[in-house]
């Protein structure tokens, strides 16, 4: 199992706004927040991967196609989800890759949402059950 993933940013401002609205929806709370970090942890003890984000040490852009991280994907328990996570990544103006909807190309009953956060990182919410 993976215990924590470390993602660093050319604007860690600009990536704590944004996850501060975003990883609640996605069963995520607030771990760690200090001026070289912040970090979140799978909310009400549960099991899973913390995500920790620093700030980048060297200038550049990233990019999902390049050699490295392609996406992050979060499990949600309902399809609901899905779509509350994708319309509060629009309202916080991600670009969308892809509405929330089933993926015929994956097994069923996957359901989710692509788009990217303001990072360029490709995130995902995705509910792998058939129900809202």
Not at 36 to 53: D, N, V
Not at 55 to 71: F, I, M, N
Request: charged share 20%.
């Amino acid at each position: 199992m993976i215990g924590h993933l470390g993602l660093n940013v050319a604007d860690l401002a600009v990536a704590r706004a944004y996850y501060r609205e975003l990883l609640p929806l996605l069963g995520y709370e607030l771990f760690i927040d200090d001026a070289h970090q912040f970090g979140y942890r799978p909310a009400e003890s549960r099991r899973g991967a913390y995500l920790f984000f620093y700030p980048s040490s060297e200038a550049g852009t990233y990019h999902r196609d390049r050699t490295g991280l392609q996406h992050l994907a979060f499990t949600v328990a309902g399809r609901k989800q899905v779509r509350v996570a994708h319309d509060r990544a629009v309202a916080l103006g991600s670009t969308v890759l892809h509405e929330p909807q089933a993926f015929a190309q994956y097994p069923p009953p996957y359901y989710a949402a692509f788009w990217l956060d303001p990072c360029g990182f490709m995130l995902e919410a995705v509910c792998h059950h058939d129900r809202d």
